[in-house]
Each structure stands twice: as C-alpha cells, then as structure tokens.
C-alpha cells in the first residue's frame, strides 16, 4: 500500500499557512493520510511567518529556485491570494515538470458536474451548486459561494464570504473581495477586481477595479 502523496505549498504568508490547514482537514477526514506536507517554500518569508510555521512544525525550505534545483519534481500548490503572482510561480514550477494537487476541504459541498481544475485550492465551508466549472488555481476562500452554470477562469481568487450568483462567468486572474458580490448572469472581464463589499450589477470589462453598491 503506498503512503500519502508529497507536497509542497508555495507561499508562507495567511494564505499559505490556511491551505496547510485544508491539507491538515483531508488527512484528519481520511482513513490514512492523504498528502504528505514536505514544506513551504517562499522567496522572501518576513521572520514572523518563518516563526509561525516553526511553532506548528512546518519547515520553510528556501526560495522557489533553490527548491527546485535541489528538488526532483513532486507535488505542489500555490498558496498566494494575487492571481498575477499565482500564475507566474505556477508557470515555474510547470516548466519544471511538477504536478499541481488540488485540495478540497472536507466541509465544502458541492453539487453534481462541479468540474474542478487543477492547483485549486477549495476552503472550509465553500458552497458550490451545480454545473460549475473552475479553471486551473482557483482559489475558493472560507464560506464563498458559486452558483448553478457558472464558469470560473483561471487563477480567480474569491475570498471570504463572497457569492457569484448563478450563470455567471468569472474570466480568468480575476479577484473578487471580501463578502463582494455578483449577481445572476454578470459576466467579469479577465484581470479585473471586484472590492470587498461590493455588489456587481453590470458586466464587468477587463482589467478594471470596481467597488461600493452598486459596483462602479
């Protein structure tokens, strides 16, 4: 029987130290451990996220090419909130022949055809209803919500709380803020960002930042 698969989280920031916890949720729900986490690699880690990983004895193993010089190609994914900066560390770490895993937390639910990318990281108490597709290193945060038919490009970033109604489509490296919110049938452009709190009434073109209720 073989043991847990190996991995290796990008980033040692907030969100880096919050996908260690999804890893630590699959293997506490499974029979037997899932994933094996080798560590954190980050390019410029400040002293107190280096002291965080320590005290829950996680190692930070150097900067992203020194890992992967040193390294035969494994498992990874990126725990980094920036669609910019998700991408070009995936692109990194692809070109080096590495696996992107996905990680679903144990209490998300989803619906039936929910189509999940590769590299996606899905958090606690995400919802996902049905006929849903999520591209490649989607970030799904603590209790967002995706509803029936809608498409999600790559490299989004929905943060905690938000909702993207049903029939919508999220293009790609898009993110959406704290609790913001689009509503049923709104398309928004690649690159844009939706601000926390903020309500999408309209399409959204690419590379814009919206905020406020409605979303301008």
């Not at 639910?109 to 999940?116: L, N």
């Not at 006929?131 to 943060?159: A, K, M, P, Q, Y």
């Not at 939706?194 to 406020?212: F, T």
Request: with cysteine; proline share 4%.
């Amino acid at each position: 029987m073989s043991g847990p698969t190996p991995l290796v989280v990008v980033g040692a920031g907030g969100f880096g130290r919050e996908v260690i916890d999804v890893v630590d949720a699959i293997n506490a729900a499974a029979d037997a451990s899932v994933w094996q986490l080798v560590g954190i690699v980050d390019d410029a880690p400040s002293e107190v996220n280096v002291e965080r990983l320590a005290k829950r004895g996680v190692a930070h193993l150097g900067t992203i090419d020194a890992h992967l010089a040193a390294s035969s190609a494994s498992n990874y994914v990126v725990g980094i909130g920036s669609p910019r900066v998700r991408r070009m560390i995936a692109a990194r770490f692809d070109d080096a022949q590495w696996s992107a895993a996905t990680l679903v937390h144990p209490t998300a639910t989803m619906g039936s055809d929910v189509r999940v990318g590769a590299g996606t990281v899905i958090c606690a108490g995400a919802r996902l209803t049905t006929n849903i597709s999520l591209g490649r290193h989607v970030h799904l945060n603590l209790n967002s919500t995706i509803g029936h038919d809608s498409e999600i490009g790559d490299f989004v970033t929905v943060n905690p709380l938000a909702s993207i109604s049903g029939d919508c489509a999220i293009e790609s490296d898009v993110l959406i803020g704290v609790s913001g919110v689009v509503i049923n049938g709104l398309r928004v452009g690649q690159g844009s960002t939706v601000g926390g709190c903020a309500c999408v009434v309209r399409d959204v073109p690419p590379g814009v930042v919206v905020k406020g209720v409605p979303a301008r």
